[in-house]
């Protein structure tokens, strides 16, 4: 970057979100000028997303062989996930029961920013309406159409088709499915090249996003609700340090120190794109390099994308103490142990898109009878507190796909 072609990749990636925060304080909403260039980034990673996701699902299940080994690894994975996302969301609110981060707000300061974002809370709760249930995420996974699928981008259509032809690839004739997997090799091998390409703009696109948020929300806002921003943010720190390390040193056998040094490139595009899709390529070359083969990250990392909401769910637990802190509302044990079972649920399915926990924040609101208009209160800082929650659970995938790996590997060592 800017002619240092000696220093590494993602030395540039930081040192470009450094230069996008002083461009964003010392330009403010002029910064906003440079963001088509953080635009076309995220656009190029997001253009892979489908087509690596499917061919990387389509090989990793077909190298599995075993209808029953695909069974377990998705059984074990999805167990991780569900209980990473109760244990995050139970860190949040345990902070946000000590701090109470809602209480002591100025009333002037509550009325501004109810004026200042209540069209936009208006905008989540319309969307949060048109979510559909459980059920019906349960049953669209199944696509109808499976080209409309792939246009439209849905993650677990894709996920399940990918699952599906990769073990078709098991079950015919060995001569014709190795063609196909050697076509479907070159493909992979193709989005891998330009993921590596896309990763020489990323110093420039991480500084023009960086830029235009600091720019567009400036810092004021961030001081204003600091009680709450600092639980948040405290709270993903203690999980993904505790957790994350914890899993990694007793599941996945490995250092966690080396790990969060191999991975700190798809942490940086996952905190500046707000992003787990635009992350994903990232994280899959990340854990290669670290042993993981495409084999199970290839399974693990798409599915965390989508369903893997762990930091998310944190968040959601402080904020939804915060809002009623601020209402005054009291929330016994029964409504705490609700806002941990929703927030779990609403994270399947949930988009791995910028600002999807807002809409699954207003179903944990609904169910506990929490006005949804507070959260006009803190999108001031969600876009900040988006950047740092994807973090988490871009974190919480790769170190899954370490957890299965090392599991499986073990289970083939006592075989023997």
Request: proline share 3%.
């Amino acid at each position: 970057m800017f002619g240092l072609k000696k220093i590494k990749l993602h030395t540039k990636i930081f040192i470009g979100l450094i230069l996008g925060v002083v461009v964003g304080l010392v330009f403010g909403e002029k910064a906003m000028i440079i963001e088509p260039v953080g635009t076309i980034f995220l656009r190029l990673i997001t253009m892979i997303v489908v087509p690596l996701v499917l061919v990387s699902l389509m090989l990793g299940t077909a190298s599995l062989g075993d209808i029953r080994k695909l069974g377990r690894i998705g059984f074990k994975t999805v167990a991780y996930f569900t209980i990473t996302t109760m244990i995050a969301i139970s860190i949040g609110l345990g902070l946000a029961n000590i701090v109470k981060p809602g209480t002591g707000l100025n009333k002037e300061v509550k009325a501004e920013l109810y004026k200042s974002y209540e069209s936009r809370a208006q905008v989540s709760i319309q969307r949060m309406e048109e979510k559909p249930s459980l059920k019906d995420i349960l049953i669209n996974i199944v696509p109808t159409n499976p080209v409309k699928a792939l246009i439209d981008g849905n993650m677990l259509q894709v996920i399940f088709l990918g699952l599906l032809l990769g073990l078709i690839l098991t079950l015919i004739k060995k001569e014709k499915s190795d063609l196909l997997i050697k076509f479907l090799d070159g493909v992979n091998d193709v989005i891998i090249q330009v993921v590596h390409i896309a990763m020489r703009l990323a110093p420039y696109g991480v500084l023009a996003l960086i830029a235009a948020v600091i720019g567009q929300y400036g810092v004021n806002i961030l001081v204003t609700l600091l009680k709450y921003s600092l639980v948040v943010v405290g709270g993903l720190v203690i999980y993904t340090l505790s957790v994350n390390s914890f899993s990694l040193s007793l599941l996945g056998r490995m250092n966690p120190i080396l790990f969060f040094k191999a991975v700190k490139e798809a942490m940086i595009i996952a905190f500046s794109t707000s992003s787990s899709n635009a992350a994903l390529p990232v994280s899959l070359d990340c854990v290669e390099h670290i042993g993981v083969s495409r084999q199970y990250s290839s399974f693990v990392i798409p599915l965390g994308a989508t369903i893997n909401m762990d930091g998310t769910a944190l968040y959601q637990g402080v904020a939804a103490v915060f809002i009623a802190n601020i209402y005054g509302i009291p929330l016994g044990f029964t409504d705490q142990i609700t806002i941990v079972l929703m927030a779990t649920l609403a994270s399947v399915g949930a988009a791995g898109v910028p600002a999807a926990g807002i809409i699954t924040l207003a179903m944990v609101l609904t169910q506990i009878g929490i006005p949804l208009e507070g959260i006009a209160l803190i999108l001031g800082v969600d876009r900040f507190l988006d950047m740092c929650r994807t973090t988490t659970n871009i974190i919480g995938d790769m170190t899954c796909a370490v957890v299965i790996k090392q599991t499986e590997e073990r289970g083939k060592t006592k075989l023997k």
